[in-house]
């Protein structure tokens, strides 16, 4: 049974930092891409940041430059530290892991609420 499950969310001051982590388990084949994404309440769900099995990312304008994903492709985890938090940065931080070629999937963590006070 596959398993997304996040870690590293809390509440932290305006200008604070954060670091999420993402553990894949009961995945066989490679993962294409893990992400990041998020929910403020009363909006819909947005991509924060993507990363490739080769290490290309891919971010939200609004947190390029302070937040940075990186994974493990050994360890089939992804993380995301961010950095210079503002009150916006608020919402569930949700991981994603698709494969897009043979055997594909599409699998979501349950979520980690960043809570960011000003």
């Known amino acids: 049974q596959v398993q997304l499950v996040e870690s590293g969310g809390g509440l932290v001051q305006a200008g604070g930092s954060l670091r999420l982590s993402c553990v894949a388990s009961?995945?066989?084949?490679?993962?294409?891409?893990m992400g990041w994404y998020r929910q403020a309440p009363g909006k819909q769900r947005e991509l924060v940041a993507t990363?490739?099995?080769?290490?290309?990312?891919n971010y939200a304008d609004s947190v390029k430059g302070r937040f940075t994903i990186s994974r493990d492709n050994a360890k089939n985890t992804a993380y995301l530290q961010m950095n210079s938090l503002k009150p916006e940065d608020t919402a569930i931080y949700y991981c994603?892991?698709?494969?897009?070629?043979?055997?594909?999937?599409?699998?979501w963590g349950q979520g980690t609420q960043v809570t960011v006070s000003s």
């Open positions: 990363i490739t099995y080769g290490g290309s990312t």
């Open positions: 009961g995945i066989i084949f490679n993962i294409d891409a």
């Open positions: 994603n892991a698709k494969r897009w070629s043979a055997l594909s999937y599409d699998y």
